[in-house]
């Protein structure tokens, strides 16, 4: 590709005795814009389409389905313990994992199906096309959810490792009633957790009562970590007795008492913490009152030399 610039030149009487030309050269710009048009659209790792590349796809089915009357839908899936891979392998060891589960799902779908990363172990596969009866088009959404599950199952090796991933996987069908691109997807994450609150390893599909599940997670996410600045959290310590009837320890157990709804039970926020990594944040919390308060027992004479 070339750009050229002419400009005659003129005698005194006006008339066109010559010319002046400019050529340049535009391959090193095209290539540029054409970089720069890929890196908005897809994924630098794994060269599949990204979040806003996905987002066009997904508004382009949703409504040719809406206009032939026929049904598709979008799987929402990460890998299952990733995290643990990533930290105990290295970076580097979970990039070449994320390529080679992103070339498998791409030959596990139908040639009319599109896989995405959504970033991190996050990929959703879109499925247009399925039928035009709900039921049917949620069996087949359910048979290629199974399908690349059982896929992913397979081993992965990577730099002479070993590694076995499972996948959690949630399924949201459309058109349904004022369904836009952006509820799609919300709904697809929304049954993906659900599938990780079921044991991982397994499927989910949305269903109109999940939303007001997840809003309440979200809800008591962000209500998790103003307790842990505002000092809502408490421990209590349950001493740990021998058979002699003499304490030999105790067992530190966090608690939240919520100052507009009261006590919060721990089975229902310790989960929370654990998924957005909140954990870790309390656990700090813990050991170091926990170190302050044997201290202060110490000081005070009240534990025994081997306590």
């Known amino acids: 590709p070339v750009r050229a610039f002419f400009r005659a030149i003129r005698s005194t009487d006006n008339s066109i005795i010559g010319g002046v030309g400019i050529v340049e050269d535009l391959t090193e710009r095209k290539q540029s814009e054409a970089q720069i048009r890929y890196q908005a659209s897809y994924d630098q790792l794994t060269g599949l389409p990204n979040r806003r590349l996905l987002s ?19 799987l929402f899936f990460d890998l299952d313990n990733f995290k643990t891979i990533n930290e105990s392998l290295g970076h580097s060891v979970g990039d070449e994992l994320l390529k080679l589960v992103a070339d498998r799902i791409a030959t596990t779908l139908r040639q009319e199906d599109s896989v995405a990363r959504m970033g991190g172990d996050e990929f959703v596969v879109l499925l247009p096309d399925l039928d035009e009866q709900l039921e049917v088009a949620a069996k087949g959404a359910q048979r290629l959810a199974e399908k690349l599950i059982e896929s992913l199952r397979m081993p992965f090796f990577v730099a002479e490792h070993e590694l076995h991933v499972t996948s959690s996987i949630g399924i949201s069908l459309f058109p349904a009633e004022d369904q836009i691109v952006d509820d799609i997807l919300k709904q697809a994450d929304t049954a993906m957790y659900r599938a990780k609150a079921a044991g991982r390893n397994t499927l989910r599909f949305f269903l109109p009562g999940m939303q007001q599940a997840a809003d ?25 007795v021998g058979i002699d ?49 044997i201290k202060a027992w110490t000081d005070a004479g009240l534990l025994a030399q081997n306590q």
Request: proline share 4%; charged share 30%.
């Open 245 to 293: 009837g003499e304490i030999y320890g105790a067992e530190a157990l966090v608690r939240w008492f919520h100052p507009e709804r009261g006590r919060i039970c721990p089975g229902e926020f310790i989960p929370v913490a654990e998924e957005t990594g909140m954990i870790r944040n309390i656990g700090h919390w813990v050991l170091r009152n926990v170190c302050k308060r």
């Open 216 to 240: 309440s997670r979200l809800r008591l996410d962000t209500e998790l970590r103003k307790a842990l600045s505002n000092n809502e959290l408490s421990i209590h310590y349950q001493p740990q």
């Open 56 to 74: 066009e796809y997904l508004g382009r089915e949703l409504a040719r389905a809406i206009r032939h009357n026929r049904y598709g839908a979008l």
